[in-house]
């Protein structure tokens, strides 16, 4: 409950952080789409939640003996734990999304020029800032599962969303919105243009997402309870 409160509060001030230093300190924002990039806040803070909420049962030597008191398979609690994970991280990115919302919306109506986002704009792109954050948590939680160290979870988290698409770009740039750091600028804006899809992008972050947890999940079952 600590780590969700601490995480909570942090995500919610580093979004509303985020949207207040580029609504007014970012120059000129007078495009719909730089608009729409403004808003869309930071999910790799929800993978690093996903990481850490995951990887605190090992650290503090809980997760066996919880597989032993549900008298269940550690798959079983494993896959368990994913799913409170995921439904948790979902909160805080319903959470985030809305504050930065709240407070960016107005900042760029009256601080910036050009057309104001309208409801038929900014419903997707809270939808693809919710889902992003979403699915950014269980791809944190499910590599926390895998590793079961916080610190070589989180570093795991930055390879796969930062070094990964730099390596993927080398051989075919357009493959990038496809891996998890890509499919997430997609989601909330980060990028954008025609050439960019949402729905492929979305499947793609949902893909790798389902895929750890799946791996993490399967992996349990090789692993004693320690």
Not at 8 to 19: I, P
Not at 100 to 127: E, I, N, R, Y
Not at 202 to 212: H, K, R, T
Request: proline letters at 4%.
């Amino acid at each position: 409950i600590r780590t969700t409160l601490w995480f909570a509060l942090a995500s919610v001030a580093l979004s509303v952080l985020n949207v207040v230093v580029v609504s007014l300190a970012s120059g000129t924002l007078d495009e719909v789409a730089e608009k729409e990039e403004a808003l869309g806040g930071m999910p790799l803070l929800l993978l690093f939640f996903g990481a850490v909420a995951v990887t605190a049962e090992y650290r503090h030597r809980t997760a066996a003996p919880a597989v032993l008191v549900s008298g269940r398979a550690p798959s079983t609690v494993a896959a368990a734990r994913l799913c409170a994970t995921v439904v948790v991280g979902l909160g805080l990115a319903v959470l985030t999304t809305g504050a930065s919302f709240a407070l960016g919306v107005p900042l760029l109506a009256v601080h910036q020029p050009g057309p104001d986002l309208t409801a038929a704009q900014l419903l997707p792109l809270a939808g693809g800032c919710v889902l992003a954050g979403t699915l950014s948590v269980l791809v944190g939680a499910a590599l926390g599962g895998l590793l079961r160290n916080q610190i070589a979870a989180v570093v795991a988290g930055i390879v796969v969303y930062f070094v990964a698409p730099s390596l993927v770009g080398m051989v075919d740039a357009s493959a990038v919105d496809y891996t998890p750091f890509g499919s997430v600028q997609v989601l909330t804006r980060g990028v954008h243009g025609s050439a960019h899809s949402l729905p492929g992008s979305a499947l793609a972050l949902a893909v790798w997402a389902a895929g750890l947890a799946v791996f993490a999940v399967l992996a349990e079952r090789h692993r004693d309870l320690g």
